[in-house]
């Protein structure tokens, strides 16, 4: 059974309604159709330290996460859009992911080789590709492999004030993005499980 882990770096806490929340329940749901177990984690709901070690300390949350980032074939990073750019919240994830450069396998391989990450971008102003661009980078230079269009993401009318999660019906352009997403993603993760990376 491939595993996905969707980290929503809202920076809403639970339960204030999410637009990220929403298309990353649509994308699990999409990966589900394609035989994904997933789960969801609201990563502002932890205390997570800034720091780029694996733990940084008494009272720091962010092992549990990794536990979890670590047990999932596939990362899904969600994230709304502020000023153009991704979240802090999200920038907290990347800088604690930096952890895993100096992670190996018992090949020697990087500890996230062989492992999947997609993005969902959600926001009422521009700015999903250049987020996008900054995600897939960091993802990639950690060791994650990134899927054909691994991205889904809405924006909304330029200067409005509307949220996806206000949307009575997701656009079908959205639905038909999150759903080759994770036909793709699951499709990738499941041929690096039978063969990673040569050591």
Request: glycine share 8%.
């Amino acid at each position: 059974m491939v595993r996905a882990l969707a980290l929503n770096c809202t920076l809403k806490p639970a339960p204030a309604p999410s637009s990220t929340e929403k298309l990353l329940r649509e994308v699990v749901a999409a990966l589900g159709d394609a035989g994904v177990e997933s789960e969801l984690a609201r990563v502002v709901d932890y205390d997570v330290r800034p720091g780029v070690e694996k733990d940084m300390g008494a009272g720091d949350q962010w092992p549990a996460l990794r536990e979890k980032v670590l047990a999932a074939d596939i990362l899904v990073l969600g994230t709304p859009t502020w000023m153009g750019h991704h979240s802090s919240i999200a920038a907290r994830v990347l800088e604690r992911l930096d952890a895993e450069l100096s992670e190996t396998d018992d090949q020697g391989r990087p500890i996230l080789f062989g492992k999947v990450a997609v993005v969902a971008v959600v926001g009422n102003e521009d700015g999903a590709h250049k987020i996008t661009a900054d995600l897939f980078q960091a993802l990639n230079d950690v060791g994650y492999t990134i899927p054909a269009q691994g991205v889904t993401y809405w924006n909304g009318e330029a200067m409005g004030s509307t949220d996806y999660r206000e949307l009575e019906t997701t656009p079908e352009s959205t639905a038909g993005t999150t759903a080759t997403v994770a036909a793709n993603a699951a499709h990738l993760a499941t041929l690096l499980a039978g063969a990673n990376y040569p050591a």
